[in-house]
DNA sequence: GATGAATGAGCGTTCATTCAT
DNA sequence: CATGAATGAACGCTCATTCAT
C-alpha cells in the first residue's frame, strides 16, 4: 500500500464510521482499524482529528461538484440549469447517503464549527456555480428580489429536508417526485 | 433557592451550553457550575444525562408551541394561516436563538435518536396544527399534491434555513423579509 | 413512632438489605428508605455507617445466643452439649438465612475489618459456652488435644459451610441430615 | 518492561491489594499506581474490572492446582489420598496467604456471584481430584454415606478455618499440627 | 516511515455525610 | 429532633494523542 493508498483507506474508513455511528462511534482506534494502519500512522496523514474530517469534508466536495456538474450546460436557461442542478444533487444524497449522513453530523459538531460560514450545509462554499446562477437570476429578474441567503435557503432548505426524509425512509423518491420537488422549489423563488 | 429554581437553573445551564458548544462542550460537570449547584444535585432532578436532554427538548416544546400558536385562528384561510405559522415559527427561533441552536444539536446527535421520527427538526407528529391545515391545503386543492413530507421539507426547510443564517449574523431579518420569505415558501406549495 | 422503634426499623431496614443485596446494594439512603425515616436521621442514632454495620452485628449476636442456648443443660455430657449446641446452630441458621448472609458479608468487608479478631465468623467473641465447652472437653480428655482455634475450626468450619450450602440451595438439610452432620463433626474432635 | 510483564504486574498489584483491603480497597486507579502503569493501560489487558478479578481467580486456580497435585498418586489409598489433599491446600494457604485471602474476598463479593456454585471457597466443579476422591470414598464405604456436600464441608470447612487462622496469627501450624488437623478431619469422615 | 502500547485527563454517575429548615 | 436536598470526592471507563521500537 503506498502513501496515497493508505490516505485515501483511512479517509474512507473515517467516512464510513461516522456516517454509520456518527462522531461518537468513530474513535481513531476505530478508524485505524478499518483502515487496515497503525493508530499512529494516522497522525503521518493529518495533524490530529479535526484536521481529519475537515479533510473528510473537503474530499467530500471534490466528489459532488464534479458529479452534480456533469452535464451542466452555462447556456441552458437559468430555470434549466436550477431544475438540473435541484435535481443532480437530490440523486448524488439518495445514490450516496453515507456522504449526506456525513455532512449531517458534519456540521453539528464541534468539528464544523470553523466551516460554519459555508452555510446551507455546506453547498455554498466554493459553490460559484450556484453563486453565479443566483446572481444572474436576480439581476435578470427571473427569481425573487431577496437576498443570496435567503434564496439559497428556498433552494436547499427544501431539497436536504427531503433528501435526509427519503434516506430515514419516510418517504421514497422517485424521478417524478424528485422532478415536482425541485419545480416546487423554482416556484418559490422565481419571480 | 427553592427546588423549582435549581431544576430551572439546571435546565437554563445545560440548554446555553448545548446550544453554544454542542453536547460535547456540555458535559455535567460544567453544567452544574454553570447552574451554580453541585455536580450529584443534577441526578436529583434528572435520571441521567439523556432524561436532562429530553425535558429540556419536551421544556422547549412547551414553550415553543403556546407561542406560535398565539392569535392563530382556524377560521382564517388556509393561506393566511399558512402565513401566520411560519411567520411566528421564524419570530420565535430568532427571538430564543439558543431554542433554535438547541434543537440543531439535539436532532443531530445520539440524544434525538428516539425523536428522529419527530421530522423537520422537531416539528412532529404531535404537532396537529401543521398536519391539519397541510391535509386540509392538500384536500382542497389549494395546495400542490404532494406527499405531506415533501410539503413539510418546502415550508420548514425555507424557514429553519433562514433562522439559521439569521442567527449566525448572515443575514438581518426584519418584518419586512420574514414576510416576504414565508410568502414566498407558499408560492413553492401552493397549486 | 418512639426512638427505640426508629432505631430498630434502621436496623431491621439495613440487615434485610445487607443480606438481600450485600453491602453494594444497601447505600445508606435506600436504609433510610426502607426504613421509613430521613436519611439525616440514622445519624442520629449511628455515628456513621461502620458504626451503624458494626451494631447489627452486636444486635445479631443478642438474638443468635439466647437462641442456642435454649434448653441448653450444663449438666449434660460434654458430648450432648456438642451436639445440641451444633444442631442450634444449624437451625437458627436455617431459620434466620438473613441472619447468616449478613455475618458472611460482614466478615468479608471493610465493616468487618475490627471484628476480625472475632474469629470464626463471628461465633467467638464472648461466646463463653463454646470456649467453656471445649475447655472442657480437652481438659476431660474426651477431645482430642489441639488448640482451642483448631478445634473450633473443627466444628464450626463444617456447620457454617452446610448452613450456606442449604441456604444457597445445594442441598436441603432436614433434622436426621443435621443429626448426622453435627455427628460427624464430634467423631472429628473426640479423642 | 514487555507485555506479559505488564500484564503480570497488574495481575500481582491488584491481587495484593484485594487481599490487604478487599474489594473496596482497590479501585482500578489504585491498582493502576501500584502496577506501575498508567490507568488506561490495564484496559488493554482486561475488558473491565470484572474480567480482570475473574482473570485472578483463574490464574490463582492454574497456580493452586498444580501444586497441591504434585506428588498425588492415584494408586495410593483413600485416606492416604485424603490426607495428601488436605496437607497440600493447608501448605499452600500458608506459603500463599494473599491467594488465600484474595479467594476469601472473591466468593464474598458481586464478582465471585457467578461462582458461587462452585462451592467450598472455589474447590469447583473442576476439581475432579476431590469429587473422584470423595466419590470413591463413599462407594467403597469407606466414607460415610453422607451427601457429598456434606463431607465437602467437613473437609474444607475445618480446612479453611484453619488456614484463615494462621494467616491471621492465631495460630502457629507447624507439620505436626497440619497433620493432625487433617487426620481430625478424617476421622470426621470416615466410617 | 509505521506501529500500537501506553498514557491520563476527562467523562457520567454514585453515595456517605452534612446542615438549613 | 427529624428531615431530605445538597454536596463533591471517588469510582469505572474511554479515547485522542504520543513515542519507543
Redesign the pocket.
Known amino acids: 500500500m503506498n502513501?496515497t493508498d493508505?490516505r485515501d483507506e483511512i479517509l474512507r474508513a473515517a467516512r464510513e464510521l461516522i456516517a454509520e455511528h456518527g462522531?461518537?462511534?468513530?474513535?481513531?482506534?476505530?478508524?485505524?482499524d478499518r483502515a487496515?494502519?497503525?493508530?499512529?500512522?494516522?497522525?503521518?496523514?493529518f495533524e490530529?482529528?479535526?484536521v481529519l474530517i475537515g479533510e473528510l469534508h473537503r474530499n467530500l466536495e471534490e466528489r459532488l461538484y464534479p458529479d452534480i456538474l456533469t452535464g451542466y450546460l452555462p447556456e441552458q436557461t437559468i430555470r434549466e440549469r436550477f431544475l438540473h442542478l435541484g435535481t443532480a444533487l437530490l440523486h448524488y444524497f439518495i445514490t450516496n447517503p453515507l456522504d449526506y449522513r456525513f455532512l449531517q453530523q458534519f456540521y453539528n459538531s464541534p468539528y464544523g464549527v470553523d466551516h460554519r460560514r459555508d452555510k446551507i450545509l455546506g453547498i455554498k462554499e466554493g459553490s460559484d456555480v450556484f453563486c453565479t446562477l443566483f446572481s444572474e437570476g436576480t439581476s435578470q429578474q427571473v427569481m425573487k428580489d431577496l437576498p443570496m441567503v435567503v434564496l439559497f435557503g428556498l433552494y436547499f432548505g427544501p431539497l436536504l429536508a427531503v433528501a435526509r426524509d427519503h434516506i430515514l425512509g419516510f418517504i421514497q423518491l422517485d424521478e417524478e417526485l424528485i422532478t415536482r420537488t425541485v419545480a416546487a422549489c423554482w416556484e418559490g423563488i422565481q419571480k
Chains 1, 2, 3, 4 share one sequence.
Open positions: 502513501k493508505k462522531f461518537h462511534g468513530a474513535p481513531m482506534a476505530l478508524i485505524a487496515g494502519v497503525g493508530a499512529g500512522t494516522i497522525y503521518r496523514y490530529n482529528k479535526d
